[in-house]
């Protein structure tokens, strides 16, 4: 598969609510470099501490979003002992497509994760403009059904702000 996602910083003035319980970090202190915004959960974990990653690539090509969370996918199976889309729902509408898809992964030290992941369209003012917010929080499964609801409002949260000048944006 080719992947033309750009993983530049796209500059995109988002805004969102962090749930509670939620505290944001520098993406690179934790190892998601290509993220613009992750946030850790603030309980006490052993095994993994439960995070929520947002990324934006930019998407000039045709693919189409199933291609595209194949892709993901992909990605993250390069660095996983295995990985398995458990469900896959496309949602959205055909000018702002999207993905949800729910992955069982196992790491290279054996742990057991899950993650779900929410792939949206910002269509552009051309088809090569066109941007995709992977959306992604990942967990223990003990830890992740507890935490569902929390990803649902964050997800639900998230909106492109028309509240800033040409030169000034949002970081998160």
């Known amino acids: 598969m080719s992947e033309t996602m750009t993983q530049d910083r796209v500059s ?19 190892g998601a470099e290509g993220a613009v915004f992750v ?3 603030s309980g006490t974990y052993a095994e993994f501490t439960p995070n929520i990653a947002l990324s934006i690539g930019q998407r000039p090509d045709q693919a189409e979003i199933t291609g595209i969370a194949d892709e993901a996918v992909e990605r ?6 295995a990985l398995e889309v458990v469900r896959r ?10 993905v949800t898809q729910v992955l ?9 994760l899950v993650q779900t992941q929410v792939l949206l369209t910002v269509p552009g003012a051309s088809p090569a403009e066109r941007l995709i917010l992977e959306i992604a ?8 059904r507890g935490l569902g609801d929390d990803f649902r409002r964050f997800v639900g949260s998230v909106h492109v702000r028309r509240d800033f000048t040409a030169d000034e944006g949002e970081d998160s």
């Open 89 to 98: 729902k496309v949602i959205g509408t055909g000018i702002a497509p999207g």
């Open 12 to 30: 995109l003035p988002l805004g969102f609510d962090i749930p509670e319980g939620w505290v944001p970090v520098e993406p690179a202190s934790v």
């Open 76 to 81: 993250l199976g390069r660095s996983t002992a």
């Open 137 to 144: 929080c990942t967990a223990t499964p003990e830890a992740a």
């Open 104 to 112: 069982r992964i196992r790491t290279g030290e054996g742990q057991d």
């Open 39 to 41: 946030a850790v959960h």
